[in-house]
């Protein structure tokens, strides 16, 4: 299964291994992988066995130090 989620207040490559360390933690997490947009937002992409728990996913990224976009702060497509 894969899951794709914005995260806002990252940088450079070391919050890329924050994310990256706190995100595959969680159960059933075999890969991440983040396209950074320094001072912007940046699309987290995990690959897991099994669904993950949103409120699981939104603890490890704060843990990290970043926080989920919220739907207004996604530009418009």
């Known amino acids: ?11 450079c490559e070391h ?3 924050a994310v990256t360390e706190e995100l595959s933690t969680l ?11 320094a001072g912007g937002t ?6 897991s066995a099994a669904p993950l728990d949103p409120a699981a996913v939104a603890e ?10 919220s739907p207004r702060d996604l530009p418009l497509v």
């Open 1 to 11: 299964m894969t899951d794709t989620y914005r995260v806002t207040g990252m940088t």
């Open 15 to 17: 919050c890329v291994s």
């Open 27 to 37: 159960d059933g997490v075999a890969s991440v992988h983040v396209d950074l947009v």
């Open 42 to 47: 940046s699309t987290v992409t995990v690959e």
């Open 60 to 69: 490890a990224i704060d843990e990290a130090g970043y926080a989920l976009a």
